[in-house]
Structures are given as C-alpha cells and as structure tokens.
C-alpha cells in the first residue's frame, strides 16, 4: 500500500470542497488500521505488526502521544483498586509485568519506587483491609499492611494511622516508553500517518470504509460546519483506540448499532508541581480512592518533580465530534483550585508550606460512568459484541490504561486476529 499521507494529498486535490456524501474521495484497500497513536494505539500497532499484519496507524495530531497518554501520572500500577476477574484488573497485573520486562529488555527509563496507600482517620482504616483483600482477590499478593509509625519510619514526612505497601508499584517515563512502541512498529513494516483524522465510517456489505481527511482541512472545513473526506481506506481491520474521541468516532460508524456504543463522560484531573527542589518522599503516597479518581496523591517523575494530583472535576463533554477529534479539550489548570489541595494534602503531609504548590498540567479521564455512579471497566468490544467482523472499539481506556497497554494489544491479537 502506498503511504496514507501521499493518498490523502492525492485525494486532496480531487476533492476539494466537496461533502462527505458527494466526495468520490478516492477509495484504498488497507489491511489494519489503528485509530490513534495514544499508548494503546501504538501497542495495539505493534503487536499486530509483530502478527504479521500490515498496519496503518491514523493520527489526527502531528505527533504521537498528544492525548491522554502525555497527560497523565506515569505510575506502573500494580491492580489494586479494580474488581477482581474485571478487565481493568487482569490487564493491570498482566501489563504491569509485561511493561517491567519490556522497560528493561529496551532500556526504557523506569524505576520501582514502592507506593504507600494510607489511612489518615480510624474511620478509613477498614478501607484498607478492603483494599488488601481486593488486591489478592486480583493476583496483587505482595501488599503489605503496615502500622503508621512503621510507614512514617519509612517516610519521616508523612502521617498516616495504618498504611498498605505496594513494593510492585514504579514509574515510567511515557514518552520514551511510546517512542519504543513506534520504532518497534515502524521496523516492522507499520505505516503512521499524522495531520490525519477519521471523521466518519461506514459498515456496508463489502465491509468497512472509513473516512479520512487532513487535520487541517478539518480546521478550515469546522467553519462552514463542513467535513469533506479526502480518502476511504477500506481495512479489513479497524481498531478504535482513539481515548477521549472512542465513543464520538464510533457514533459516525453508519451500521454499527448504537445501542453498543455507551455514553461518553469526562473528569478533568489536574495536578499542581512542589516548587522546593528535594522531595520530601521517596516511594508514591496515595489516601484512600475517592469518587471518580485514586485521589489526590503524591507522584514523582524520573527527574525528580513532585507533583500532586489529579483532582476529579466533571466536564462538559457536549463538544462537536470534529473538535474532539482534534483535541479541542479544556487542558488549562485553574491556580485557584490549589486551595482544595492543601487541605487534601496535609492529611497525610503536614509540613506543606503555604505558597509551595504551582500549576503543573491536566489530563482528562475517558470515563463511562458520570458523578456518583459506580465505576466501569474498560469496554473492548468486537464482532462478539455488535456483530461487525473486523472491528474492534476502545471505550473508556482510563487509568490504567498507560500500565494495560501492552497487555491490552495482547488481548486484541488473542481474541480478535
Ligand atoms: C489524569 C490522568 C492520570 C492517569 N494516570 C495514569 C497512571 O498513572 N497510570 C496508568 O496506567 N494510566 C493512567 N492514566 C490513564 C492513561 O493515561 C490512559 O489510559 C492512556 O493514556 C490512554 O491511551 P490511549 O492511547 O487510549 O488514548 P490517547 O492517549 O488519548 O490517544 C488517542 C489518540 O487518538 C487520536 N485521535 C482521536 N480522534 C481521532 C480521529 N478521529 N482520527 C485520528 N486520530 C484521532 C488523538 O489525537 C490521540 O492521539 C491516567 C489518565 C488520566 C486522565
């Protein structure tokens, strides 16, 4: 197959202005086509790379990585906090193991740092014991339930009455890890196209055809509120791995039944970075989970920056499809939400300075479950679920998904090749 950016210029200059239903774009066989080069997208490329297949990753940003899987905590989760036999949580400890041996075998930057989950009231106590047992129930079997004065002997800075230790707990630098994903794609014959957006799909008899269009032809087109694709690819695969655009993406799929694509909800989480230089914590320090989030909990980068974070704030998800796809979301971090950190914080680190938090970043949780409902498990759905063979839809790849990845793509290749 020729390279997807020359076709799209091609069909570029053929089609300019016209709609999607009158565009005659004009029409290429593919044999995988991976929406999104996020983490999973690019995991998901190269494990189908390594099956034999012939891959064409579509990207609508001009770089890999731009969404969630750059905006996140970068913590190797260990597959604590999800309900047991849940996807969520066998392909945590799956992909936590998997993404130690690959971390090492290429030399991605990594580091088991050892994560302390602690109560800071009586009332919370029992939590952790639920948490312990939640934990084995997964396959999690190396917590460690500790007194608070052994855990604060470990950590002078902190206070807490009880705490669970996860020593399988650890860090991972996202970028490098992605950078191996796609050289290892790339090796194998993958192709990445950027600048290029999936506006819409078809389920046919022939199979599936999807739209494409440059990105910026997207920019110019969303002022007239006019999406005219420039290329159908035709893959005899397709893989929706496109994070917080999944469910808008799989709503333009024309035959594919509604009813099997849930409904989208997103939580903004943004973190605030420790302005003095050491850190005061040498392992992660979570409290107890919280409604919608792990809580607010102390990470560290591979440099050393400390940051807090993320908070759970709801957001609008009722954007335009075109404006998800192009990753038109509210990043910014609000300095004032720093008064709701403090508090949170000095339950559990007391010593924090007023003044010492600063702005840092925010991601966003592709959640599909709203305020107050229980949580959800990621949802990988195929010819199984709604009935189309070749596709396979990514919904609500959350935390920990960054941890999930290559055992997500190793799910897909297992159930779906
Ligand atoms: C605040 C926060 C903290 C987190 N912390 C952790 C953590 O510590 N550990 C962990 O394991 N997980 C964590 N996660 C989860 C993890 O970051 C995500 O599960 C993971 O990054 C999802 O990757 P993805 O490839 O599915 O999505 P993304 O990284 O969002 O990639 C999707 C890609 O699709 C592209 N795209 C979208 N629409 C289109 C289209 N129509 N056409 C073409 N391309 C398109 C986008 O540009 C994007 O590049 C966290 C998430 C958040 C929000």
Redesign the pocket.
């Known amino acids: 197959m020729l390279p997807l950016r020359r076709l799209a210029v091609a069909g570029l200059r053929r089609d300019r202005g016209r709609g999607l239903a009158s565009s005659g774009a004009p029409r290429e066989a593919a044999d995988a086509v991976v929406?999104?080069?996020?983490?999973?997208?690019?995991a998901v490329a190269r494990a189908l790379a390594m099956a034999g297949r012939e891959v064409v990753v579509?990207?609508?940003?001009p770089s890999?990585?731009?969404?969630?899987?750059?905006?996140?905590?970068?913590?190797?989760?260990a597959g604590i906090y999800y309900s047991p036999n849940s996807l969520k949580a066998r392909l945590?400890v799956r992909g936590k193991e998997m993404l130690y041996k690959y971390c090492a075998e290429r030399g991605v930057p990594h580091k088991l740092l050892g994560k302390l989950i602690v109560a800071t009231s009586a009332a919370e106590t029992p939590k952790l014991d639920m948490l312990l047992r939640n934990a084995k129930e997964s396959g999690v079997d190396d917590l460690r339930m500790m007194e608070g004065s052994q855990a604060m002997e470990m950590e002078p800075e902190l206070q807490c009455l009880k705490a669970l230790l996860s020593p399988s707990t650890g860090i991972v630098d996202s970028h490098s890890f992605m950078l191996s994903l796609l050289a290892d794609a790339e090796n194998l014959g993958t192709t990445i196209s950027y600048n290029?957006?999936?506006?819409g799909g078809h389920v046919g008899y022939d199979g599936l055809e999807l739209h494409v269009s440059e990105s910026k032809e997207l920019q110019d087109d969303y002022v007239e509120s006019h999406v005219s694709p420039q290329l159908t690819l035709l893959p005899k695969l397709l893989i929706n791995?496109?994070?917080?655009?999944?469910v808008p993406?799989a709503k333009t799929f024309h035959g594919l039944s509604q009813g099997c694509v849930p409904t989208a909800y997103y939580a903004r989480?943004c973190y605030f970075t420790l302005s003095q230089s050491k850190s005061p914590f040498s392992r992660l320090i979570y409290p107890l989970p919280e409604d919608g989030g792990i809580g607010v909990h102390v990470?560290l980068d591979l440099n050393g920056l400390v940051k807090f974070?993320?908070d759970v704030e709801w957001i609008d998800g009722g954007m335009d499809p075109v404006s998800?796809?192009l990753?038109r979301f509210d990043y910014s971090v609000n300095p004032q939400r720093c008064s709701r950190f403090y508090p949170v914080i000095r339950k559990y680190f007391p010593n924090l300075k007023d003044g010492c938090l600063e702005p840092g970043y925010?991601?966003?949780?592709?959640k599909l479950c709203g305020p107050g409902q229980p949580p959800t498990d990621f949802v990988i759905q195929g010819e199984d679920v709604h009935g189309i063979p070749g596709l396979v839809n990514?919904f609500g790849?959350?935390?920990?998904?960054?941890?999930?990845?290559l055992a997500i793509a190793e799910h897909i290749v297992s159930r779906y090749l």
């Open positions: 929406v999104g080069a996020g983490v999973v997208g690019l579509v990207e609508a940003a890999f990585g731009t969404g969630t899987s750059s905006r996140n905590s970068e913590v190797i989760h945590c290029t957006a999936v506006v791995a496109a994070g917080l655009s999944a993406l989480g990470t974070g993320p998800c796809f990753n925010s991601g966003i949780r592709p990514l790849i959350e935390s920990p998904g960054l941890t999930s990845s």
